[in-house]
């Protein structure tokens, strides 16, 4: 089972510049189970939620990271991250879906670069800041 601990290092505010502006703010949820992420890009404002399902009746979670992102534009996405040394993959729906984002943290950790891919080409690429 992938740990969302791993996910620590996002953990703080970042100035996001790219195919989308704005900033994003990673906290844990009391239990630290799950990490909140509250966004503001593009003009739209959101919460994603990040762990592990653990369905109902299960004794066991999910391996995988997932996530549910609410828009306030009515969207709702769901997300598998993936974070291996200073790699960092979220997929869009499920892992190996063509649309991902694959970012590479700096030496300091402040500093994450990356690029979103979309099915049949497409994409953007975002460099995302520490700020606090």
């Given amino acids: 089972m992938s740990d969302v601990k791993a996910l620590d290092r996002l953990v703080g505010t970042w100035k996001v510049s790219g195919g989308a502006e704005g900033t994003v703010t990673y906290r844990w949820m009391t239990g630290g189970h799950f990490l909140l992420q509250d966004v503001e890009l593009g003009g739209e404002s959101g919460l ?44 869009g729906g499920f892992k190996g879906s063509g649309a991902c984002y694959r ?30």
């Fill in 48 to 91: 994603e939620v990040i762990g592990h399902d653990k369905p109902f009746g299960a004794e066991t979670p999910d391996p995988e990271i997932k996530s549910r992102y609410y828009g306030s534009g009515g969207s709702t996405l769901a997300y598998v991250y993936e974070i291996d040394g200073d790699e960092l993959t979220i997929w």
């Fill in 103 to 132: 970012g590479t943290f700096s030496a300091d950790g402040d500093t994450l670069t990356g690029a979103w891919e979309y099915p049949g080409g497409g994409g953007y690429e975002s460099v995302a800041t520490r700020v606090r």
